[in-house]
T-cell receptor, first 114, second 113 residues
Framework: DAGVIQSPRHEVTEMGQEVTLRCKPI?????LFWYRQTMMRGLELLIY????????DSGMPEDRFSAKMPNASFSTLKIQPSEPRDSAVYFC????????????FGNGTRLTVT | GQQLNQSPQSMFIQEGEDVSMNCTSS?????WLWYKQEPGEGPVLLIA?????ELTSNGRLTAQFGITRKDSFLNISASIPSDVGIYFC?????????????FGKGTKLTVNP
């Protein structure tokens, strides 16, 4: 079991640039979640998918954020254009038991927007 | 949405000491989960609680589901340096037909050797 794999581990970009974060969930898991972690707000759920279909995107902060899951083994979170306040650690997590956990988290992507 | 309040926010202890932290909710939960996050990694599930009054152990860790269903406690006995990290409580929130986990803001634990 390779766990949830996220890439890149670190991303530094300039304001206005497009950022794409990637996630490969654990094979067999049918739920995928994107969380954002900041000191001020803690862990916030942005969006989650069930069987590749977006179920709840109410946590997506703005239209600048979008997420896709083209197949069961891959998801992307895109920010376009990026802003300094988007700086955070973004986690992907997967599970086979829905939103009640247990969630298996990746090691996150630390995004810095200058 | 539901809010989870964790206390204390941070703890600085000596190796060997016991640790106690708690989590309270503004509403009733049917499940309580405790996660640990180590530096540079994602949270990892430690203990899951599904029944009011339940007491569950995982090695030196013990967690309890409060009788009121609005709180939970996590205790660590005989702490060691590798216990360092941020401990999060989490519970399911149902909103608009969607179920999702909400997390507290964590208790940051530092263990001095």
């Amino acid at each position: 079991d390779a766990g949830v794999i996220q890439s890149p581990r670190h991303e530094v970009t300039e304001m206005g640039q497009e950022v794409t974060l990637r996630c490969k969930p654990i094979s067999g898991h049918d739920y995928l979640f994107w969380y954002r972690q900041t000191m001020m707000r803690g862990l916030e759920l942005l969006i989650y998918f069930n069987n590749n279909v977006p179920i709840d995107d109410s946590g997506m902060p703005e239209d600048r954020f979008s997420a896709k899951m083209p197949n069961a083994s891959f998801s992307t979170l895109k920010i376009q254009p990026s802003e300094p306040r988007d700086s955070a650690v973004y986690f992907c997590a997967s599970s086979f038991s829905g939103g009640l956990g247990p969630l298996h988290f990746g090691n996150g992507t630390r995004l810095t927007v200058t | 949405g539901q809010q989870l309040n964790q206390s204390p926010q941070s703890m600085f202890i000596q190796e060997g000491e016991d640790v106690s932290m708690n989590c309270t909710s503004s509403s009733i939960f049917n499940t309580w989960l405790w996660y640990k996050q180590e530096p540079g990694e994602g949270p990892v599930l430690l203990i899951a609680l599904y029944k009011a009054g339940e007491l569950t152990s995982n090695g030196r860790l013990t967690a309890q589901f409060g009788i009121t269903r609005k709180d939970s406690f996590l205790n660590i006995s005989a702490s060691i340096p590798s216990d360092v990290g941020i401990y999060f409580c989490a519970g399911p929130e149902t909103q608009g037909g969607s179920e999702k986990l909400v997390f507290g803001k964590g208790t940051k634990l530092t263990v001095n050797p």
